[in-house]
């Protein structure tokens, strides 16, 4: 029963993200987990929702980790780590080639017929690098929340040859917090699969909603400041 819920936790999306999560349920380790995350936060789509909830789950039933490879996961901050980790090298991947190759190179690959294969499009390219310019280098940190801008801010982050240690720093502090998020829904969702998909966009929603009032308190404080200046 435990490994038939892992299965359908895992088995969503593409035909071949079904063959890569039935390949992990049967191979979950903190290994896995980081080269899943780096292919996820890359420019191959593979939704991290896959990835970190179904880890976090075993972590909340240990007696389930006999059906996944006898692997056992004790600390969830493991989990979350190791997933951040992964995010953090697929984000540089794409920032670096975004770097090196040029705007040129990389909208005729999302034009060209593997970019299609990896689901990637001109127009998805453009929309990352229009969210980008409108909102500066803390993109790529808000970026992490935003279905269908998550996987590719990395992409104008490079283009725009962004200073790498901000890179790093909002990327991080993005990748961790959605980790975060995604291993405390699976936690809490142990036993009831279809959270996992039902509230991720909520979340995200919700987050972006936290951190725009954050962003709105900080800024009328300011402008207060700069009043009674």
């Given amino acids: 029963?435990?490994?038939?819920?892992?299965?359908?936790?895992?088995?969503t999306g593409?035909?071949?993200?079904?063959?890569?999560?039935?390949?992990?349920s049967a191979n979950m380790n903190y290994a896995s987990i980081t080269a899943l995350m780096t292919v996820e936060s890359s420019f191959i789509p593979f939704p991290?929702?896959?990835?970190?909830?179904?880890a976090a789950y075993v972590a909340a039933d240990p007696s389930s980790a006999v059906y996944v490879s006898d692997s056992y996961f004790?600390?969830?901050?493991?989990?979350?780590?190791?997933?951040?980790i992964g995010a953090m090298l697929g984000a540089i991947i794409n920032y670096l080639l975004s770097l090196w190759l040029g705007r040129a190179i990389i909208y005729a690959f999302a034009d060209s017929k593997l970019g299609h294969l990896c689901l990637l499009s001109r127009e998805k390219v453009?929309?990352?690098?229009?969210?980008?310019?409108?909102?500066?280098?803390?993109?790529?940190?808000?970026?992490?929340?935003?279905?269908?801008?998550?996987?590719?801010?990395?992409?104008?982050?490079?283009?725009?040859?962004?200073?790498?240690?901000?890179?790093?720093?909002?990327?991080?502090?993005?990748?961790?917090?959605?980790?975060?998020?995604?291993?405390?829904?699976?936690?809490?969702?142990?036993?009831?699969?279809?959270?996992?998909?039902?509230?991720?966009?909520?979340?995200?929603?919700?987050?972006?909603?936290?951190?725009?009032?954050?962003?709105l308190y900080y800024l009328i404080r300011w402008m207060i400041k700069r009043v009674k200046a």
């Fill in 1 to 11: 029963m435990k490994r038939a819920f892992l299965i359908i936790l895992l088995a």
């Fill in 14 to 24: 593409t035909n071949w993200v079904s063959v890569v999560t039935d390949w992990y």
């Fill in 48 to 54: 991290s929702e896959v990835v970190i909830p179904p």
């Fill in 74 to 84: 004790v600390n969830v901050a493991l989990i979350v780590l190791f997933g951040t």
């Fill in 126 to 215: 453009e929309k990352a690098e229009a969210y980008f310019n409108d909102h500066g280098k803390v993109s790529t940190f808000v970026g992490r929340f935003i279905p269908g801008i998550r996987q590719l801010i990395s992409i104008p982050a490079g283009l725009s040859k962004m200073h790498f240690g901000w890179f790093l720093f909002y990327t991080f502090l993005g990748a961790g917090l959605w980790n975060t998020v995604l291993a405390i829904l699976g936690y809490v969702a142990h036993g009831q699969a279809d959270l996992i998909n039902q509230y991720s966009h909520e979340l995200s929603v919700a987050i972006l909603v936290l951190l725009g009032a954050v962003v």
